[in-house]
């Protein structure tokens, strides 16, 4: 048979075909497109199709479809297919049988795996969302298999998430086809995959990702007051997001500040504050590509969470430089990688499409006019404090302490520890830092890495600052709650004679340096 013709098969009625619906469009789209046509010469009128039939009657169709010439006497490429749609996995069964494939099929995923080790197929085609066993795993458990080494894998699935598909090529599937899927394309495929020659071209624009654009030239834009410190608080809960009537005023969003500084954009934390932080950048700079700085002083959820809801990052053109340390047992670029894991957030960090790089600090790091020092935190983990310096101004973030002499007792050697954080925020004009429990709280949260106000208090004092901002604060306290902490942070200033300027932060709040 040569290409072009039409292929007359015959479908009995035990392929539970929607027949009525397809003599009316004379063709079929149902998960895939096969072009079937009604030979409406063996079919002499509609009514043909209806149940006035004799029992055990079937139809004849055409496919009209561009056929490769069936090659005579060699043995024929053997197909698995697994898809619990009953009409798909039919068609696909009868549609690679006229194209000279020989097709076992199954209605689910444990029917389809036993069916691969059975019959030893040359390819198998997959669903994804089957019953007994999922088409991840059926694709698993191929790769993982010794005997079924080299079997060419297509899955053909309705998920058209860009993280589905990513994640059945990690697992070893060669080809993804996005249902409706045409047909031809599947046999092309497969004849392509057998015989080890790369896919049509077709086959392979439905797996490839969209090719990430070039970076461009990106020009920092220049801030309104250009030799100032600018800091807003786009995050200042600790531990969760706490949104709220009780939390108006305040805010609920968990760590982040931005800091402009000179030409520069600095952002310390990306919490889930750090999602509006992103949306006043794009109203602020509409199209103009950013460079902005993010310093991560450490990696736990509320430090971070918000980081996949960044939309500057999904932005070509745009860079993003991400400082921190190494985590405990991986690279920071694993750690963000691992909390976009397809498994925790549908989208890949690398549909970000803003250049990335992240920088593992091994000292200061100096950003046109503006150096930024760290300084190690007393937190479970590995935390950073931050100070960031611009003509003559600085800013010092200091967020999940808990001050040395609360676990180690009142000694030499805490307070020399504690007297290194009052050192790295000596004299700041601005003074970030956690209080994230009153006195009371603190005994039952002892060793959870936090303070109080009162240390708040007693380093920003003994470091001379200008003006202290609470920052981190509890989800337990609601805004009444922090304006009494407010009160009793002034009553104890006026006791102890500390001058600087005390207030707590709130989600919004601007500060010029
Ligand atoms: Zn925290
Ligand atoms: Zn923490």
Not at 329 to 340: A, H, V, Y
């Amino acid at each position: 048979m040569s290409n072009g013709e039409f292929l007359r098969v015959f479908i009995p009625d035990r392929y539970p075909f929607a027949m009525k619906s397809l003599a009316a469009r004379h063709h079929l789209q149902i998960g895939i497109i096969c072009r079937l046509e009604i030979d409406l010469t063996s079919c002499k009128q509609s009514a043909d199709l209806d149940s006035n039939r004799p029992k055990n009657a079937g139809y004849n169709i055409r496919l009209s479809l561009i056929i490769q010439p069936a090659s005579h006497g060699a043995p024929l490429p053997r197909i698995v297919i697994a898809d619990d749609d009953d009409d798909i996995r039919s068609i696909v069964e009868l549609g690679l049988n006229a194209f000279g494939f020989e097709v076992f099929a199954a209605p689910d995923g444990e029917e389809g795996l036993r069916l691969v080790r059975e019959k030893k197929p040359d390819a198998v085609v997959l669903d994804l969302m089957m019953p007994k066993i999922h088409g991840f795993a059926v694709c698993q458990a191929i790769r993982n298999d010794p005997q079924l080494k080299g079997l060419f894998i297509v899955v053909g699935s309705a998920k058209a998430y860009a993280a589905d598909i990513k994640k059945v090529k990690t697992l070893g599937a060669n080809i993804y086809l996005q249902k409706p899927y045409d047909l031809q394309v599947l046999a092309d495929t497969l004849r392509a995959g057998i015989s080890q020659i790369p896919a049509s071209a077709t086959a392979a624009a439905q797996v490839s990702a969209p090719p990430k654009k070039p970076a461009q030239e990106v020009s920092i834009p220049t801030t309104p007051e250009n030799s100032l410190l600018q800091v807003k608080f786009w995050g200042t809960r600790g531990s969760i997001a706490t949104p709220g009537r009780q939390t108006l005023r305040y805010g609920g969003n968990t760590s982040c500040v931005e800091v402009r500084s000179g030409n520069s954009i600095l952002l310390f934390d990306c919490g889930t504050g750090v999602r509006e932080a992103g949306m006043g950048m794009l109203r602020e700079f509409q199209k103009q590509p950013l460079h902005i700085h993010l310093f991560v002083s450490h990696t736990h959820w509320d430090h971070i969470q918000g980081f996949p809801f960044f939309t500057p990052a999904y932005i070509p053109g745009n860079k993003l430089s991400i400082y921190s340390l190494h985590g405990t047992d991986k690279s920071l670029e694993r750690i963000f990688t691992g909390q976009m894991d397809s498994t925790y957030f549908p989208v890949d960090l690398t549909d970000m499409m803003a250049e990335f790089k992240f920088i593992e600090l091994e000292g200061p790091v100096q950003i046109g006019d503006t150096t930024v020092r760290h300084v190690y935190l007393n937190h479970p983990g590995v935390a950073l404090g931050f100070r960031v310096e611009h003509a003559g101004k600085s800013v010092v973030y200091v967020t999940d302490h808990e001050p040395y002499y609360r676990l180690l007792g009142d000694n030499d050697s805490s307070h020399k520890l504690d007297h290194e954080i009052d050192e790295f925020a000596r004299g700041a004009d601005l003074y970030i830092r956690e209080a994230q429990y009153t006195e009371e709280e603190y005994p039952s949260h002892r060793s959870w890495g936090h303070g109080t106000w009162k240390d708040a208090l007693n380093s920003a004092h003994a470091a001379k600052v200008r003006r202290l901002f609470l920052y981190h604060h509890d989800p337990m306290h609601d805004d009444e709650s922090i304006d009494r902490i407010v009160e009793s942070c002034r009553t104890y200033m006026r006791e102890n004679g500390m001058t600087f300027e005390c207030y707590a932060a709130g989600d919004q709040e601007m500060v010029s340096l």
